[in-house]
């Protein structure tokens, strides 16, 4: 699986997060997402970009599921999460059937919602992950789409 793929699952998962924090929830995030965009933002300046559409995300009300279709079969991974501003979530990858080293890792991402389209950005973390680098920066539109 290329770097692409997995840090575009990475973030799908992320990206399209619900948000539950002090037993409040924002219902406009629960439900299904599918990815229309992911562009991530490289060290060196460089973007890539996957339109492809194959991540999808599934948020309950405390964690959410990122499904994605890779050339290899399915990657999922799972996070759960919280609201730590307004517009602001933090996840935490529970468990991957793909990259178990990020397992406990948690990042921060902002996020909107615009009728049925969700944006999400990260930032890259206060210092370098001890784990394999991610992209400093990844930015996500995600349109709801009806849950399997």
């Known amino acids: 699986m290329n770097c692409l793929t997995r840090t575009s699952i990475l973030f799908l998962a992320a990206a399209a997060a619900g948000a539950h924090a002090e037993g409040v929830l924002d219902p406009a995030l629960l439900g299904c997402w599918r990815a229309a965009k992911i562009v991530l933002h490289t060290q060196d300046g460089?973007?890539?970009e996957d339109i492809s559409g194959r991540c999808s995300?599934?948020?309950?009300e405390?964690?959410?599921?990122s499904v994605c279709k890779?050339?290899?079969g399915t990657a999922t991974t799972t996070y759960r999460y919280q609201i730590v501003h307004p517009?602001?979530?933090a996840a935490t990858m529970a468990g991957s059937s793909f990259r178990t080293e990020m397992v406990g890792s948690t990042r921060e991402?902002?996020?909107r919602i615009d009728g049925d389209r969700l944006h999400t950005a990260t930032a890259p973390p206060p210092t370098p992950p001890a784990a394999p680098a991610v992209a400093p920066r990844v930015d996500t539109e995600a349109t709801r789409t009806p849950c399997p």
């Open 109 to 111: 991402y902002a996020y």
């Open 70 to 72: 890779t050339a290899t």
């Open 62 to 65: 405390d964690q959410f599921d």
């Open 46 to 48: 460089a973007t890539a």
């Open 87 to 89: 517009g602001v979530y």
């Open 57 to 60: 995300l599934h948020f309950k």
